[in-house]
């Protein structure tokens, strides 16, 4: 039964990441700029943000347009580790048995066990890697609260710090703001290789 509930979950999410999607909410994020109800707003945004399936870019571009680089930034890391909260606890309390949910736990206990739960989690932040499958990966894998917290704020703090620096110098804010240049996508890449080739390095001699 709770296998069947969690597969019902999914579809969900799902079909509501499909359905309100970015672009399609455009219009919305324009006019809650201007609103003074703007912080709460943000809250929100940054509540049901894993649920939606929106890239942690797009607020991070949203923050800087409406606050700037110097103020945007910790609010945007702030946001960055509050809204990867949800989908680690759920990848905490996923069952860890069964094909699916077997493998996954199987597979993070594996990584994590290996590269260390502050290392693994700042090497998959840096990677182009999808947010919230990281994050459910470093609940299943049984990476502590502080590492992950810890993991979260540094390896997202490149890409924040992008985003926001992109969306400070927008004079209207668009969706293209969110887009990261490649180059900046592939030293991401590149950073992560490096801090986990020592580890590759030795399971390879082991």
Known sequence: ?????????????????????PS???GVLRAAVASPWFPVFLVGIYAVRPFLGWPISVVSALVGFKYGLLVGVPIALVGAVAT???PFVAGRRAPDDGRFFGRLSDGSRRFFGATGG????????????????????????GVSGR???AGTLVGELPWVVAAVALGSGLEDFRLRAAHVDPAFVAGGVLAAALLLGPVAYRRLRA
Do not use: H, I
């Open 84 to 86: 990867s909260v949800p």
């Open 118 to 141: 502050l290392r693994g989690v700042v090497a998959a932040r840096l990677a182009p890697t999808p947010p919230e499958a990281v994050s459910a990966a470093a609940g299943s894998g």
């Open 1 to 21: 039964m709770k296998r069947y509930a969690a597969g019902v979950a999914v579809a969900a999410l799902v079909l509501a990441a499909v359905v309100v999607r």
């Open 147 to 149: 590492q992950f917290a």
């Open 24 to 26: 399609r909410a455009l």
